[in-house]
């Protein structure tokens, strides 16, 4: 579908009118005044003003705008929060957004089966504030909890410090409701252990808004553990720390979170949020134990041991509640604290194998001179899952298209080791060109023969996620001769 | 695709000598001397020859046959050990056999990464056979595990007593190489936390032959924990015990094992195996657990309070593995035991919720007065997952009928409480009818468009597990006013 450069008034005028017939007052927006804030997402380098955003309030109401879209032809991007890294959620100049916003209903929570139904709307750490009278908890915790929804979740397959231990969202949804682009409902999942048939709930997580518009999300419910520690190792070079994550899960150890963060980090964060780290390690490691007070003793311990073993320079461990907390905040305070001392900063979201941490560290050290720009590498260390926060500036022209270019090397050594392009933030329209390097034209075909299967008009959020054989021979033909992995050009504020 | 009641012999030699002039001596078979042991799976009651059988030893060969069969029109039918026991395998008339017995490799044991890399035909144990040299093995493990194969176990997502813990097949299985009908070769999954695109591996796993051939699997290993133990504890009635594994669950603990067998079971293993069970408890419960000496000290402990608390009239700990592995003993070998008591029996495979344990035995009490057969219940408790036994003699008249329609009132009372017609042993076509109360029509067509993403011709296992919608609509109109799911009618030995 390829996106005209202006809308005729009178297209606009007509999908409006056809979507206010089936929608409550309020629930269409078509002014630029009105629709301005739904023209990026947390990837906000890339801008687009849709044609239409609506915000239904009900599962019909979702249907409705679904027909109508389906009738007129009409593109739809869903959209959360607006808080995801990859721009899934920017628009399209002659689409419609689709907000769950207003879905925003928990609907009902069973603390004997442990789950909670809840709308796509739903914020992730509401979730858990109403599990806590229960003593239970939605564990995947993005560092966006505060803000973004259940819905957004589901849609990039989300993670979080905690996931090594309690998994991604795919781990922790049971069902979900769809509405397709035909406009039925459909369920997939179930509350059982398994569901026959094909898996498709675990093929809608993760699927970026193409193959359906969730309507509801049965959430699986956690005990809050009565106790958890965390230790904060330092280690005067990468290597050594890297090596030591591997230690500690060669170990059996399987940490409620396994966090490690370079100096560069620590340093950045350390006068804003006075965490109290190492700032002279060249990095750190965060470990936690959670369970019984008895069971986190012992694996503090044990971690403890593996750590000095693997070399550690020095270790403490959180004797409160409160100091285990502080030892967080640095860590969940790292992108903030690089805007402070950084113009701007991009966020990139690979995954490799643990066992290449140290080269990859190296590498990236070794990519900083390349391309003339500061990294600050914080990162899910037990997942194999990295955050480099590239820091640069966008009034100097050239370090913008540097920094992605820098991203694009990351992503390209990612994939070279055995990773991967994306760990949680999901691929979107930002690494679009990447997935060309991931995969080969078979498992890139198998991938839209499936999209088409749930959405044969092509309308459910085109342009994102699958690149289309055109895409990548086009990018293949003008890129692939400078080793690294170009972002799409598309439309930047 | 409707199957003819004879193959003619010219039909037969011409696909014969197309697969010969491609894969070596003795991988082709189609004299009926050679092919009847392919005729069945471990659903035996279902015996179909099949025109051709082929063994492949390598991907090549694989490829191979997916050419002669794409070009020749001819189903396939692929089959690891044969021990399922849904008739996934069951052999198509005019179609060929692929069995992956002779790729039998493991290609390597990275006890880093903690992965090995196997081809299809490995058997399950013998993968937890090589990596106990490193302090490791793979989690997953059927009763049938001597025996089945990693490519069976991919096929039907299998689990196993301790997949409560440690999950099933589509937990432990990072990545696949999968040979498609159109000849190429995809890779599903990665060694990385998140593959980005969407999340193929997991439709694959649990996808019964219908997508495509696996031609190599990577596995995670977990490390062997240092201890365990395992608690007997006696209940004096049904819901009473089914209501303590609510509360093992509801205090927080996730045994490595959570298993119940009521009294029939318990009086049919104990003279076989002398497993000490309680043959006196109207039901028992085996909840193992695992760790460090220190952890299962604990949970124990914890274990033993929950469970006192809930009602049990007996409690006993294996003090020594002997002991451990002798509680085991009468679980494992429930299946075996009932051969000895009844002539035939027939295994069912439902999920339900664990709050409706009580309320399903008490429902299936009741049918063995229904049906005037004898169930025996023997369960994965902590997963829902519920593997009545039905005990029939087949050489009396009427009773193999009478054993099926019990079996499909079960699975009819699983969905009916929001479980599911199958928890591990995959839907083949011993309850592709039961398909079609379990779902709507457009959840159905759904599995139907994915399925045809990856196999346009509909050559791959076609009329297992997805039920067209002219089988729901046959189905429904003969039997929906019966109240129970009848088993499809296709030929019986």
Chains 1, 2 share one sequence.
Not at 112 to 132: C, D, K, M
Not at 324 to 341: D, E, T, V
Request: net charge negative; hydrophobic share 45%; aromatic share 6%.
């Amino acid at each position: 579908m390829s996106a005209p450069l202006h809308v005729p008034h009178e297209r606009r005028e007509q999908v409006a009118a056809a979507l206010r017939a089936r929608l409550p007052i309020g629930a269409v927006l078509s002014d630029p005044e009105d629709t301005r804030p739904y023209e990026c997402d947390g990837l906000a380098a890339y801008r687009q003003l849709p044609m239409i955003v609506t915000l239904p309030t009900n599962e019909e109401q979702v249907l409705a705008v679904l027909d109508v879209c389906r009738e007129l032809n009409v593109p739809i991007v869903p959209r959360g929060a607006g808080t995801g890294l990859s721009g899934g959620a920017l628009p399209i100049i002659d689409g419609v957004v689709l907000s769950t916003a207003r879905l925003n209903r928990i609907v009902r929570v069973d603390d004997y089966a442990r789950t909670a139904v809840v709308q796509p709307g739903v914020r992730n750490l509401a979730i858990s504030e109403v599990a806590a009278q229960y003593g239970l908890y939605y564990a995947p915790d993005p560092s966006s909890q505060i803000a973004c929804t259940i819905g957004g979740n589901v849609a990039e397959n989300s993670g979080g410090v905690h996931c090594l231990k309690y998994g991604l969202t795919v781990h922790n949804v049971l069902r979900v409701r769809v509405a397709t682009i035909e406009g039925e409902i459909i369920e997939l999942g179930s509350e059982a252990l398994d569901a026959p048939g094909l898996d498709l709930l675990a093929v809608f997580i993760g699927s970026e808004g193409m193959l359906g518009i969730v309507t509801e999300v049965t959430v699986k419910l956690v005990p809050k553990p009565a106790a958890a520690q965390v230790i904060m190792a330092s280690f005067n070079d990468v290597v050594t720390g890297g090596n030591a994550v591997a230690s500690v899960i060669a170990a059996g150890i399987i940490p409620a979170g396994l966090e490690m963060m370079d100096r560069t980090s620590a340093r950045m964060v350390e006068p804003f949020v006075h965490a109290g780290y190492d700032t002279d390690a060249a990095a750190i490691l965060l470990c936690e134990a959670d369970g019984t007070p008895l069971e986190v003793a012992e694996e503090i311990e044990r971690m403890t041991q593996v750590l000095e073993a693997a070399g550690a320079s020095a270790i403490a461990v959180s004797q409160t509640e409160a100091e285990r907390m502080k030892f967080w905040s640095g860590r969940k305070n790292a992108f903030p604290a690089a805007g402070r001392i950084s113009p701007d900063y991009y966020c990139m979201d690979g995954t490799i194998p643990r066992k290449n941490l140290a080269q990859v560290l190296t590498g990236i050290e070794q990519m900083e001179t390349t391309y003339g720009l500061r990294c600050a590498n914080v990162f899910h260390a037990g997942d194999g899952n990295l955050h480099p926060l590239i820091l640069f500036d966008a009034n100097q022209p050239g370090e913008f298209e540097r920094a992605e270019a820098f991203g694009a090397a990351i992503l390209a050594l990612c994939v070279e080791v055995g990773g991967t392009i994306t760990g949680e933030h999901g691929v979107g329209m930002e690494k679009i060109n990447s997935m060309c390097v991931q995969f080969e034209r078979a498992e890139l075909d198998a991938f839209s023969a499936v999209k088409r299967a749930f959405d044969v008009p092509m309308l459910l959020n085109p342009d994102k996620a699958i690149p289309t054989p055109h895409r990548c021979a086009e990018f293949g033909k003008l890129h692939v001769h400078h080793g690294a992995v170009p972002f799409p050009e598309l439309p930047r504020f």
